[in-house]
């Protein structure tokens, strides 16, 4: 039986990961399970940077957007020497099996200390939901409600000066930001890794739905790392009957008090870390399928192809 675990949060920081370190603390605890909190993710586990756990470490966290741990973002735990000093380190504070919150970069890590003979269970903590093996990440709800309700405000002012709205939206090359935010907010157009890009064809719909359709705004919700959105703005006003105005949302979308929905899936997820980890099992990462706490190997996890949204893309074309 485990005696004492870690818990870490890597990579870009989400809303949400606070209930995750809450839930895996004090079920631990609470199952005679030592807890120690890693500070600012494997760069922690590197300079050893540790904190006991008890219950009060984690009280007052849930509505606090970000991570207690801190996060950080270390490529060279790619290499073996850097891994194997972490164990070292880990070995000397006693931590027999670790809980990693992150993205799929940070299950890459866990499955290779697994290897290594520590058992490692990986959350899904990212806004982008991205990773494998999980219908939805910790963080996501959160970053989309922050999304709606921004570009619900850009709607407001772009319809009172007959404007398109391009709106930046991250995802890290997984459009379901943008997606759902079109959607959610009655977007015209949806621009993301899954539809592609032409700057010809978007030019070429906005002047439709000006001219022909004769609406008096447009809002194009645009995943990161596609387009300059800012170019985009300034084609759209020489090109179509509309101005063209741009909007990178940027870091907010990383911020702000977690959703109830975020906060349930991170309590129930580091449930589920806790209860593999007490059963020896290690190398698994932790999701939501049709609503069920799932786990699977994280090398099953990261093999498996991405969601499919065409259902999703089906209805956004409907309702345009
Ligand atoms: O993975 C989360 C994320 O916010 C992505 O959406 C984005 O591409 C990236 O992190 C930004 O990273 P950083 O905060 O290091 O600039």
């Given at each position: ?117 520590i058992n490692c269970i990986g959350l899904p903590g990212t806004i ?55 959607i959610a907010c009655g977007a015209e157009m949806v621009i993301s ?128």
């Open positions: 039986m485990v005696r004492k675990i870690g818990v870490l949060t890597s990579g870009g920081d989400a809303p949400g990961m606070n209930s995750a370190i809450r839930a895996v603390t004090r079920i631990a605890l609470n199952n005679g399970v030592e807890v120690v909190g890693v500070h600012n993710g494997y760069k922690g586990l590197l300079e050893g940077t540790f904190e006991a756990m008890d219950r009060h470490s984690v009280s007052d966290i849930q509505d606090r957007g970000g991570t207690k741990l801190g996060s950080a973002r270390l490529p060279e735990f790619r290499e073996e020497a850097i891994q194997n000093e972490c164990i070292k380190n880990m070995k000397r504070e006693g931590i027999e099996a670790l809980v990693v919150i992150g993205g799929d970069g940070s299950y890459r890590g866990a499955l290779a200390l697994t290897q290594k003979g982008d939901n991205d990773i494998p093996g999980t219908d939805f990440t910790i963080g996501f709800d959160t970053a989309l409600r922050t999304c709606v309700e921004n570009v619900d405000k850009l709607r407001d002012t772009s319809s009172s000066h007959h404007r398109c709205s391009l709106v930046e939206v991250m995802g890290n090359r997984c459009g379901d930001l943008a997606l759902y935010t079109a890794p899954e539809t592609g890009y032409n700057e010809l064809e978007t030019l070429e719909r906005l002047r439709y739905l000006s001219d022909a359709v004769r609406k008096n705004h447009a809002l194009v919700i645009i995943s990161e790392k596609i387009c300059d959105v800012n170019a985009l703005a300034k084609k759209v006003s020489l090109n179509t009957n509309f101005s063209g105005r741009a909007t990178v949302l940027g870091h907010i979308q990383r911020g702000g008090t977690p959703t109830a929905t975020d906060r349930m899936l991170a309590s129930r997820m580091g449930e589920k870390a806790v209860d593999l980890l007490m059963e020896g099992i290690g190398g698994h990462c932790v999701g939501i399928i049709d609503n069920e706490i799932t786990s699977m190997p994280i090398d099953e996890a990261l093999g498996r192809p991405k969601k499919s949204r065409k259902h999703l893309y089906r209805l956004f074309d409907r309702l345009v």
